[in-house]
């Protein structure tokens, strides 16, 4: 190992915008299953395709449109 390194032409990490937060959410057992299902025949983790979805809304702008009945 060197005694000092030199930084100074260093570059940003172009992946650091793209970091993640963890947090608790309350979803219905349905939904979950539903990923679940959608996970399981695109060999994508429910968890990145539940994120997929809710960044895929974000970026779209997606307004909701709930009727309740």
Do not use: H
Not at 3 to 20: G, I, M
């Amino acid at each position: 190992m060197r005694e000092e390194y030199d930084f100074s032409k260093a570059k940003k990490n172009p992946y650091v915008k793209a970091q993640k937060r963890q947090i608790t959410i309350n979803l219905d057992s349905s939904v979950i299953d539903y990923f679940k299902t959608q996970a399981e025949t695109s060999g994508i983790p429910y968890q990145t395709l539940i994120n997929l979805y809710l960044r895929d809304c974000a970026e779209e702008k997606k307004k909701l449109q709930i009727s309740w009945q």
